[in-house]
């Protein structure tokens, strides 16, 4: 089962940030908070992720909480092609390949 | 360069039939995993390849079985098709965590989109 609870949808308006959270309470203290996305039709695309610190890339922020029981990704300025299904997963970096996916988040961006 | 290559990408079949579903990594990556993808079950890990061997496996029946080769290219194989294997069959490779500035990322194929009728 997956690790982790998210919001089943959630719409953003176009330009603006898209915040979307992840609980992961029972997460471990070697494990990595990972984010991935899906877009209609397409494989999943890696985000982000991290282990304890505030991380950021090209694509979007991850920030976790201190006691790493949750963290939210954010999307700074969000665009209609940012449409898709938003994934959270905790793993060990090591079994990195064996990700269990929930359901995910379906992000809507609305112009 | 040249991102995961699954062929093929649409297939239809019926049931009791057998599949063979191929995957090409990014080159260099040597891990190769496959998921499969429903409406119902979302998606799940099937099994990952590393170096010729499996190393990890879902809980799929022993009917889904795959193979990796030494060039790293992997196949997954369906027996006796069942009407409830219709589902996306994605593939991903990725080069071995922990190493220095590997992100353990999984670079993800389109897919090979199979129907059992």
């Known amino acids: 089962d997956a690790k982790t609870t998210q919001p089943t949808s959630m719409d953003c308006a176009e330009g603006r940030a898209a915040n979307l959270p992840c609980n992961h309470s029972?997460?471990?203290?070697?494990?990595?908070v990972y984010w991935y996305r899906q877009i209609h039709s397409q494989g999943p695309q890696y985000i982000i992720h991290?282990?304890?610190n505030n991380e950021t890339n090209e694509m979007a922020s991850l920030i976790i909480t201190e006691d790493r029981k949750s963290s939210t990704l954010i999307l700074p300025h969000a665009t209609l092609r940012d449409t898709a299904v938003y994934y959270c997963?905790?793993?060990?970096?090591?079994?990195?390949?064996?990700?269990?996916f929930g359901a995910g988040t379906i992000l809507r961006v609305k112009s | 360069k040249a991102g995961v290559t699954q062929t093929p990408r649409y297939l239809i079949k019926t049931r009791g039939q057998q599949v063979t579903l191929s995957c090409s990594p990014i080159?260099?990556?040597?891990?190769v995993s496959w998921y499969q993808q429903t409406p119902g079950q979302g998606l799940q890990f099937l099994f990952e390849y590393f170096s010729e061997t499996q190393r990890n496996k879902g809980n799929f029946p022993g009917r889904f079985s795959g193979r990796q080769f030494s060039n790293s290219r992997s196949e997954m194989n369906v027996s006796t098709l069942e009407l409830g294997d219709s589902a996306l069959y994605l593939c991903a490779s990725s080069l071995i965590a922990p190493l220095a500035g590997n992100t353990g990322e999984l670079f993800f194929g389109e897919g090979s989109r199979l129907t059992v009728l």
């Open positions: 080159s260099g990556h040597r891990s």
């Open positions: 997963i905790v793993s060990l970096m090591e079994y990195g390949n064996k990700l269990v």
């Open positions: 991290g282990l304890k």
């Open positions: 029972t997460i471990s203290g070697n494990e990595y």
